[in-house]
């Protein structure tokens, strides 16, 4: 994959925005109940920014791979709204940006595009049953893992909604079937958090 150095920069700027986001919201609820501050952020930094991240590399590697150019571009005003609704009102909005995926010579297919699409959501249901194995364990390791299939699953379920300009709208477009199978499966596993 390649990176440019702005491209890493928004990166980590969206993940740490987001993580903090994250640890606001969840810093006074029973599982955190006497841990620091900073304990929480870094918890939410690897359980939601791995999250965010993982699902928007996914996007960019598999659009490289057709020979697209795919970077990531923060949204700086939902970076903004996201924190100031976080610790003015307790709400949680995430959009902190996007994989941008063009082509100079023509134009993207519908199947590319639902497979660059499909892939965010997917890369999602396979971290959160990565982070459900961590429930097994004690402490921090048990909130960590509970906390990052939550927030995985619900990520994969969400991007799958077919309303543009979500994942699941050009998954969709291109196959309604595989949109099907891949949604079920994110309720299923959304259930079972």
């Known amino acids: 994959m390649k990176f440019g150095a702005e491209e890493l920069k928004e990166l980590l700027i969206s993940a740490v925005v987001i993580g903090f986001v994250f640890a606001w919201i969840m810093k ?3 599982i955190f109940s006497g841990i620091a501050f900073f304990i929480v952020f870094v918890v939410m930094l690897v359980a939601v920014g791995a999250a965010f991240i993982f699902h928007e590399l996914a996007h960019k590697f598999v659009a490289q791979r057709y020979g697209y150019w795919a970077e990531y571009r923060m949204w700086e005003t939902g970076l903004i709204i996201a924190f100031f609704l976080a610790v003015t009102t307790g709400m949680v909005f995430a959009a902190p940006g996007a994989v941008h ?3 100079r010579y023509y134009q993207i297919s519908k199947r590319e595009n ?16 990565a982070f459900l194995t961590l ?4 402490g921090i390791s048990s909130a960590l893992g ?17 309303f543009p300009p979500l994942d699941g709208s ?10 099907g199978i891949v949604f079920v ?4 596993l959304l259930w079972f958090a």
């Open 170 to 179: 050009k998954v969709m477009g291109w196959n309604s079937a595989v949109w």
């Open 28 to 30: 006074d609820r029973p």
């Open 185 to 188: 499966i994110s309720m299923a």
């Open 146 to 162: 509970s906390i990052g299939f939550f927030v995985n699953t619900w990520l994969a379920l969400f991007n799958l909604i077919p």
């Open 114 to 129: 639902g497979l660059i699409s499909l892939a965010g959501p997917l890369t999602n249901l396979c971290l959160g049953i």
């Open 135 to 138: 429930t097994f364990k004690e």
């Open 101 to 103: 995926i063009e082509s």
